[in-house]
């Protein structure tokens, strides 16, 4: 590539009043208001009037925070990209960053409990309105983790060395995800730095569960955590709900001394799709074996919270002797071992691909944290909390977005959405506005299906 003129022939102004650099921003927030967001918003939001006037109109603040966050905002100062070029003549009501940071800290828990409550509903009308979830009338999952959010200085409130002894703020995902599409986002927390990951979790797990079904997962439904959230108040929530688990199992005496009675026939050789980085052993790893043993679960608690169920071990091989721990016993010398606790209906091989799935949370918190919620904007904890929420919302409507445009982007990450940072000039002619995009842009074709969509007459 070689520029045509030299670089003292070329200059630059920014002067053009007519020229968007959110083109795609149109028909997603769009698509927000054909799902009921303002509405919803007003009708479960509800802050106290106050002399200043900072609560009100909280649905045209909470779709400029939204808005802002779709077109890759990640602080409140950032919500002042809205406010450029022909902006204003595409949309009304987009307010300052002061504005909405003064808006975020007269938030009580409550109010971000309301908020949840938005996200929940608005999750619904999205799955209701487009493919977002794919076959979840036959398969769905709901997988949770929490993260930290590192925060810097002392005027945080809640912020707190936890579990990964960095400093910041916990926070809970659980999404929701079928084998035909990527995750989305149906519940949230923000807690304090040091707070367990447990806490909390059973709650939280059905809320989770509920806003999947509402999602239309109306077959078989697959609860999935790490080893954080073993605990009997877990399982027995989700199984009081209807749901399946399969949760990574601690490797306790008992479970150990379990394992060691599985025959050796019984062991199943299994061989990954790629091969997996091993950090104990420092190695790559590409096969292993799988045997199952009926297990029963928390016996040092009442009957009723006993849990007896399927315990699915996988083995690999330990390819160097200097990585066997001390005082690991004869067990550990060869192999070593992963447990996984569910109930799952399915044959041996299925429920342990299944349980391995679960990172894709991981990949929903790195989403997040590369876009909304790249950062915790204010020091009071519940703006923090809504900032959070909203983050969220945020990353599922460009999803819903992107499955109306293509199979490409259906999947794709928030990064890498083509359809919302595309440039285009806005002109107006006989009471109808026009945006002239870039000729021969490379997704011309998904956005046209996206904005044909979003511009058609809804259905009745």
Same mark, same amino acid.
């Given at each position: ?5 030299a670089?003292?022939a ?5 002067d ?13 927030v ?6 009921g967001?303002p509405a ?5 939001v509800?802050?106290?009037d ?11 603040k909470l ?6 966050m ?5 602080s ?7 406010r450029h070029?022909a ?8 307010r300052?960053?002061?504005?909405l940071?003064s ?6 828990h409550?109010?971000?409990?309301q ?14 309105h ?17 993260t ?6 002392y005027?945080k409130?809640?912020a ?5 002894k ?9 999404v929701?995800s ?6 989305v ?7 304090k ?16 569960i ?6 239309g997962?109306?077959?078989l439904?697959?609860?999935?955590a ?8 877990v ?10 688990f ?17 025959d050796?026939d ?5 061989k ?5 980085w091993?950090? &104990?052993?420092q ?11 009926r297990y ?15 315990l699915?071990?996988r083995?690999v091989?330990r ?6 721990p001390?005082?690991?016993?004869t067990?550990?010398d ?5 447990a ?9 091989r299925?429920? &342990? ?12 918190i ?13 020091g ?14 945020a990353?599922?409507l ?9 199979a ?6 928030t ?12 002109a107006?002619s ?21 904005f044909s ?8």
């Amino acid at each position: 590539m070689q520029f045509s003129h030299a670089a003292a022939a070329v200059s630059s102004a920014f002067d053009d009043p007519n020229l968007i650099a959110y083109g795609g921003l149109e028909p997603v927030v769009r698509l927000a208001e054909r799902c009921g967001l303002p509405a919803l918003v007003r009708e479960h939001v509800r802050l106290s009037d106050s002399k200043d006037g900072t609560g009100a109109f909280p649905a045209a603040k909470l779709m400029s925070l939204v808005g802002g966050m779709a077109a890759g905002a990640d602080s409140i100062d950032d919500m002042d990209r809205l406010r450029h070029g022909a902006m204003g003549r595409l949309s009304s009501g987009v307010r300052a960053p002061s504005t909405l940071g003064s808006f975020l800290r007269s938030f009580t828990h409550g109010h971000v409990k309301q908020l949840h409550a938005v996200a929940r509903r608005f999750l619904h009308e999205l799955a209701r309105h487009t493919p977002l979830l794919p076959g979840a009338d036959q398969a769905a999952y709901v997988d949770f983790d929490d993260t930290i959010r590192r925060t810097h200085g002392y005027a945080k409130q809640g912020a707190g060395y936890g579990y990964s002894k960095v400093k910041g703020l916990n926070a809970l995902l659980g999404v929701v995800s079928t084998p035909l599409s990527a995750p989305v986002i149906a519940a949230t927390r923000l807690r304090k730095g040091p707070s367990n990951s447990a806490r909390g979790a059973a709650a939280f797990v059905a809320e989770a569960i509920r806003t999947a079904r509402a999602c239309g997962a109306s077959g078989l439904l697959v609860l999935r955590a790490d080893s954080a959230f073993y605990g009997a108040d877990v399982i027995n929530a989700c199984r009081a709900l209807g749901a399946r688990f399969s949760i990574t199992m601690r490797m306790n005496a008992s479970v150990k001394a379990t394992i060691a009675r599985i025959d050796e026939d019984a062991w199943t050789p299994i061989k990954y799709p790629q091969a997996v980085w091993d950090e &104990e052993g420092q190695c790559w790893i590409s096969d292993a074996e799988i045997a199952e043993i009926r297990y029963t679960a928390f016996t040092c608690k009442p009957k009723k919270q006993q849990v007896t169920a399927r315990l699915i071990a996988r083995r690999v091989k330990r390819l160097s002797a200097g990585t066997v721990p001390a005082g690991q016993g004869t067990l550990f010398d060869t192999w070593r071992y992963h447990a996984a606790f569910t109930d799952s209906p399915l044959a041996l091989r299925d429920p &342990e691909r299944d349980h391995r799935r679960h990172a894709v949370v991981e990949q929903v918190i790195a989403d997040v944290k590369n876009s909304g919620f790249a950062h915790a904007p204010s020091g009071h904890f519940q703006a923090n909390a809504a900032w959070f929420a909203l983050a969220a919302l945020a990353h599922n409507l460009p999803r819903a977005a992107g499955a109306l445009a293509s199979a490409f982007h259906a999947r794709a990450t928030t990064a890498t959405i083509r359809l919302i940072n595309v440039p285009a000039r806005l002109a107006r002619s006989t009471r109808r506005l026009t945006l002239h995009l870039p000729e021969r842009w490379p997704w011309n074709e998904d956005f046209t299906q996206l904005f044909s969509t979003m511009h058609a007459p809804p259905a009745l």
